[in-house]
């Protein structure tokens, strides 16, 4: 893989991941572009011990354009984008309209005394995954998803050493039914200057069983579990399971995990980086399969957080959409928004034995 590094024309940075090494990426940004925003403004949730970013300037972003005005299309002619060359393997660059960033300005050190605000410092970028808008990822070849993935551990490696950033959140939105604003097929990645909700439950659950157990890894056991006895296993090859957790909170959720314990993308060697692709491009086309319909899906990458509790974490890839059937989609209303606790229309192990037959 070629790694080019590039800067487009209001100074963010973009970077080609060829798969040829002869690949020559000296075209320049032509726009004339206004100066990237400034952070954006966190503020600190003392009730829940959470931070909330405020990002007003995404208000302006670019929302649903016609497929002839798609800003991840490559650049041809006058038809001016996001990238410069006129055709691309993978491309990663930073958002233009970012929820955190490095451009910091003066913010207050506090709204109320419970109530602190800092700079949204932190990073976030698109990762194009074909210069093809009518394609998915689910129709991209062996070989391109472990670009992909490639691309993924460069990146999670170069922005866990930025100032201030303690975990980086690869993840893919995929359809209008999740909130996509731009249908070419692309992922994000955010570099949060704080460890996730999400990511600081699941530590210390993984914590807990370490104590009880003496050491054990909750994750590992957990899978170890689920091969046993197979119930809810969807695919698996030498090197990765997809399962339904058992306690699944979505109609279909499938987990992706390595047999390896390792803290993150940077960590998989080789075959494990080969042997990803043709097991997740199975499990994709099985959701397309199950109501033969493009299946909305969000693709979220579980990593270690980059300076903390590293030992207690295991990389695995969260896969689900809120498609409960061919009609009908299951919406977070009261019980979900409001209180955090998941009511799931469809068992566990239902959904396997439905994604083990499309």
Known sequence: MKRTAIDLADGRELIYFDERDDAVRDQPDRRDLPPPPPASQLRYDPLTDEWVAVAVHRQTRIFLPPANECPLDPS????????PAPDYDVVVFENRFPSLSGRVADEPGEITPFTSVRPGLGRCEVVCFTSDHNASFASLPPRRVRTVLDALADRTEVLGELPGVEQVFCFENRGVEIGVT????????YAYPFVTPRTRALLAAARRHAE??????????VLAAERATGDRVVTENEHWTAFVPAAARWPFEVHVAPRRVVPDIPALSDSERDAFGPLYLDLLRRFDGLFDMPMPYISAWHQAPVRIDREFGHLHLQ??????????????????????VFINDISPERAAELLRAA
């Open 76 to 83: 041809v002619g006058d038809r001016l984008t996001e990238i």
């Open 182 to 189: 731009l249908h070419h097929p692309h992922g994000q990645i």
């Open 212 to 221: 009880r157990t003496g050491g054990g890894n909750l994750y590992a056991d």
């Open 319 to 340: 896969l689900f959409s809120i498609r409960r059937a061919k009609d009908k989609l299951k919406y977070l209303a009261g019980s979900e928004s409001g209180m955090g």
